[in-house]
């Protein structure tokens, strides 16, 4: 295995030189009137690093037995982070989801074992183990809310499989004190066990609700059925919303290049509500297909009243416009704007809230597929970058020696700018 880390990275954030020159980072302008549309500059370039990066993932084995088989029967080709996160510890997190059989954890840490970085269990082995229902089977989309807990969003089903009764769930986990909260089951009338696919999760303590995508499995004796789920924390309970609504469903005939390549170019890929943010105020949620440009919102007043009628809130959702890309995951900062990968445009793009426009803020060539993308609480953005279109496409065109098949980025946005969860 070919692993890499920032110079430092074996404590996350280091202090000192690369915050000393955060003066030369990010300053945004916004020039309007050329060409009639507006376009984002800095007033020097964007920084962003790479924290870590991989040729293919590997883990901190319990065994000796567990590790032969991973390497003998070579299921590290697809193993493909998908959400990264950090804990107020500093502590860095992602998620591995289980599209396929033969992945040793889907929920972990990273940590670093001879200079590498390498995949620990998270919470443990025990709670990632396979075909229990009550452990954690597929881990995609979760969040780290402000009193460091982890709402992890599991999707219940290994290899596209359906879920099994009691396997679709919402972990709430402290990371304080390293024990389980909560766990709530997600019923078949919530998210179908056949066709769902559970996507990301955003957390509003403020009223006490948290919101997650649906993208929905498409299925031959079953179209594709997105939709957006609203759950409770005081009663409990969750409510299915705009299902099969033409923002959460994905846009017929959608396709879409890479590096001027088609994506799943033989067998087009359907995806409906996919990325999910929340704004500072918590009034208004976001949230976008892949198979898709647009960008949606709602009004959350709506959503948190079990009397509004689901016609309603059909009739309220706005769209933005297009973000003139193809997005997987989003957050929201604390300034009233949104931050999306941008699968077309390698890299990632911002939707600013006081003029409405979409603009690019960085982009490499390297960033295949970016795919999570949170904020860190020290000025900085985190996302990662997978391929997925390749993995799960075509395996054949990964060259499995190239250390940045895999990669964890960070961006420098400003000491003052955080997630949604610090207004």
Known sequence: MHAGQAQGAGNLYPSGMLFRLAHIYFTCLIVKGINGEGEMRGSGMTHYELLFHWNRLDWHFPDAVMEREFEEKQYWRKCMPAGVKVDHHGHMYVSVPRWDYGIPSTMNRIVIRDGAPVLDAFPSWEWNEPGDVRALQSVLGYEIDEYNRMWILDQGKIAYGPSLEG????????LNSNALIDSIVIPNEIAPYRTSFLNDIVVNHTNGFAYMTDSGSGW???????????FDMRARSFRRVLDRHFSTQDVPGFRFEIDTQPVFQHKPVRIGADGIALSADRSTLYYCQV?????YAVDTSLLRSLHT???TIAGAVQALGSKKTTTDGMHAD????????MLEGKGIGFYFRASGGFYSLLSDDRMLWVDGVAFDQRGWIIFNSNRLHHMFDEP???DWSNPFNLAIWRAYIGADVKSYLYP
């Not at 396997?167 to 402290?174: G, H, R």
């Not at 031959?220 to 609203?230: C, F």
């Not at 198979?291 to 960008?295: C, D, E, K, Q």
């Open 167 to 174: 396997s679709q769930k919402l972990v709430i986990w402290d």
């Open 291 to 295: 198979t898709g440009r647009n960008l």
């Open 396 to 398: 054949q065109t990964i």
């Open 334 to 341: 604390n300034q009233g704007n949104v931050f999306y990968t």
């Open 309 to 311: 009628p689901l016609e």
């Open 220 to 230: 031959p004796d079953h179209p594709l059925a997105g939709g957006i789920i609203v």
